[in-house]
């Protein structure tokens, strides 16, 4: 125990002293987080909106206000004539204008129906449809607020509710693949690169000369890595509860036991690489190249699974990450307890055992 | 009992089956410090790695500390110190980390067994809360034997210890290992070096895998069956190819800024070449007899 101790802190002497790695280690996460939740999000956000409104009653000044306080809207101008609104379309200026009725307010507490015109500039098509949805979403918060009684014109209303995520945000997606991905590069590249760092320095030669059973000489370098990874875990659940304003629905202590879970998996499964290279260049690239593509493709969080041909939807439940992925959305956003997740639990015990098994059964005791 | 025995130890590697260890024999008593002197590619370290159970033999057997290498590897672990020809000690530890990461990875601490280790480690202490990486070549060295020792080993590996280091470390590393062996520890230390040679009790003269002889050093030197002289003219490259061709020459070679001599002894004499090099032109020729090294028994060995 003692002997493992020693190890541990010697690992940790390693990583703490190497100020570029530790860099990496703990800044692509938060730099990630940043990049997936402000820079690469597939919401439409600040629109800017014309407002021709014909009603100026109380009822059409606070649907005006509703859009303005929802954050996706700006609006940019407010006119007087349809002829105004053509001019600013051409302009560019605006992506949508809104026109509202003369007697909009009365219309609504009178006869309980009343109608809006919307109109788009759909040169984007996908961002016009966002942005009408939107405006809908609104609209009807704004109706079931106001007038309870009061109907849209139209025959049918499809009553839409969108589970787990109503604003329709990119972070309930992204923040699960984030932390697969993560989780991913630093425990499978870092542990089967300073596995194999030792083997390329030669010190792996006097370690094996020694008392040390050889495969506490990698448990031992895997169990630092455990640790910085749920420090890692820890950061991105900080940052997203508290920038992306995401709240975790399950249980916190679930989540962190699915994450140990999924590390001792990408810790076996850098171990294993590192059994079977002998250059740290070749365990980066087999890592980079065997994990993270992988990762990134199969795990659902970029390209729906669904969609893939049928061999490449059997691959992917070889993956890891797909399953820690469904995990974490599961815990995180849908508030899942661990009866639903079984099958991704015994998954992910499962890939374990059989890397570990394969790692232990290839180690080498001696050089060669 | 043998500190270390090889009885027909061979190694061979890839796929063209390259001997590297060709049914290498020899035996180390406990407390003696041996030699295994050649070039670089004799061997060495292949005889190294099999001794210390980090290769596997090809054929042979070998016993350390009287356990078999291949069946008792476990327990050998325990017992011998090993300081491999690379430095392979943690670069961004510092001296005193390296050396404690070591004893506690052989289940023992610094103070323990630090009367094995002090001399050595006085030097060093100066730098103890230096990384071993920003270390001098020599300093190195010996932190790395410091490492080897720290958990008493009843056999030390040392495997081209002094490569790399200057002469006057060198002299320093030589004076400990002869400490060390007073302490009682068996040594088995290869070297590139010949004029290491003559520091150990006893040595093996090793080349392209085979042992060429086992002997003490100075009956090594003793065995040496021809006259030996030292030869210095001016343009000694041409001297030297002269020599070679004439008649009374068996083998010279290049030694330094001499030319070392074995006449053909019953034909010639010291004089019958002087004068025939001097009748071929050569000047300021100097000749006189000299007492082998290792390295001429070496270089004789070889022919």
């Not at chain 1, 690469?40 to 109380?58: M, T």
């Not at chain 2, 327990?75 to 430095?87: A, N």
Request: proline share 4%.
């Amino acid at each position: 125990m003692k002997q493992f101790l020693s190890f541990v802190r010697k690992e940790f002497y390693h990583v703490l002293r190497d100020r570029k790695t530790l860099f990496i280690l703990f800044g692509m996460p938060v730099v990630q987080i940043l990049i997936f939740g402000f820079a690469l999000s597939n919401e439409v956000k600040n629109s800017k909106l014309l407002v021709f409104n014909q009603a100026q009653d109380e009822a059409s000044a606070k649907l005006i206000n509703e859009l303005e306080v929802s954050n996706y809207f700006e609006i940019e101008k407010v006119v007087g004539s349809y002829s105004e609104i053509h001019q600013t379309f051409k302009q560019g200026d605006i992506r949508l204008a809104l026109i509202i009725p003369a007697n909009f307010g009365s219309d609504l507490a009178h006869q309980n129906k009343a109608s809006l015109q919307l109109i788009n500039d759909a040169s984007d098509p996908n961002t016009a449809t966002t942005l009408n949805n939107y405006v809908n979403i609104i609209v009807q918060d704004f109706l079931a607020q106001n007038y309870p009684s009061a109907k849209l014109p139209f025959a049918i209303l499809p009553q839409t509710r969108m589970l787990y995520n109503p604003q329709l945000q990119g972070a309930p997606n992204f923040v699960p693949g984030v932390m697969a991905m993560i989780l991913m590069l630093i425990c499978v590249m870092m542990t089967a690169v300073s596995i194999v760092r030792e083997k390329e320095n030669g010190t792996m030669e006097v370690l094996l000369v020694s008392p040390f059973k050889p495969i506490l000489v990698i448990l031992s370098k895997a169990f630092p890595y455990l640790l910085l990874s749920l420090v890692n875990v820890t950061s991105i659940l900080l940052l997203s509860v508290y920038l992306l304003d995401l709240p975790i629905q399950g249980n916190i202590f679930m989540l962190y036991a699915v994450s140990t879970l999924f590390i001792i998996t990408c810790l076996s499964i850098g171990i294993l690489i590192s059994v079977l290279t002998n250059s740290q260049q070749v365990a980066m690239l087999i890592s980079l190249m065997g994990m993270m593509l992988p990762a990134l493709l199969f795990s659902g969080f970029m390209f729906p699974i669904e969609n893939m041909p049928l061999p490449l939807q059997v691959i992917s439940n070889i993956v890891p990450s797909k399953w820690y992925y469904i995990m974490v959305k599961g815990i995180m956003i849908k508030g899942l307890g661990i009866s639903s997740l079984l099958k991704e639990t015994a998954v992910l015990v499962f890939i374990t055992t059989v890397v570990l098994i394969i790692s232990i059964k290839k180690f080498k005791i001696r050089l060669a | 009992m043998f500190a270390v025995e090889a009885k027909e130890l061979r190694k061979v590697y890839g796929k063209e089956k390259t001997v590297a260890v060709d049914a290498v024999s020899f035996s180390v008593k406990e407390g003696e410090l041996f030699g295994l002197i050649g070039p670089d590619g004799a061997g060495k370290t292949s005889i190294f790695r099999m001794l210390t159970t980090l290769l596997l033999p090809d054929g042979g057997a070998a016993s350390v500390a009287g356990l078999d290498i291949v069946k008792d590897y476990k327990e050998i672990r325990k017992r011998l110190g090993y300081m491999p020809g690379k430095f392979s000690l943690y670069a961004d530890l510092t001296v005193e980390e390296n050396l404690n990461f070591f004893a506690t990875v052989f289940g023992t601490t610094i103070e323990e067994n630090y009367h094995l280790i002090k001399d050595i480690y006085v030097q060093l202490a100066p730098f103890k809360n230096r990384r071993a990486g920003k270390l001098s070549g020599g300093m190195k060295q010996k932190l790395a034997l410091c490492c080897a020792l720290i958990h008493k080993p009843e056999v030390l590996f040392l495997d081209e210890p002094t490569t790399g280091v200057d002469p006057v470390s060198r002299k320093e590393f030589w004076e400990m290992l002869k400490r060390l062996k007073a302490q009682g520890i068996s040594i088995l230390v290869s070297t590139p070096y010949m004029d290491e040679a003559a520091l150990c009790d006893k040595i093996a003269l090793i080349q392209g895998g085979k042992i060429l002889s086992i002997d003490t050093p100075n009956a090594i030197v003793e065995d040496f069956p021809n006259k030996l002289f030292a030869l210095k003219g001016d343009s000694m490259y041409l001297l030297l190819q002269a020599a070679n061709t004439s008649n009374f020459v068996e083998h010279a070679y290049a030694f330094g800024e001499y030319a070392h001599v074995i006449l053909k002894d019953n034909i010639s004499s010291e004089d019958l070449l002087l004068d025939y090099l001097s009748q071929e032109g050569f000047g300021a020729l100097e000749m006189k007899q000299i007492v082998p090294s290792i390295e001429d028994c070496f270089i004789r060995l070889l022919r």
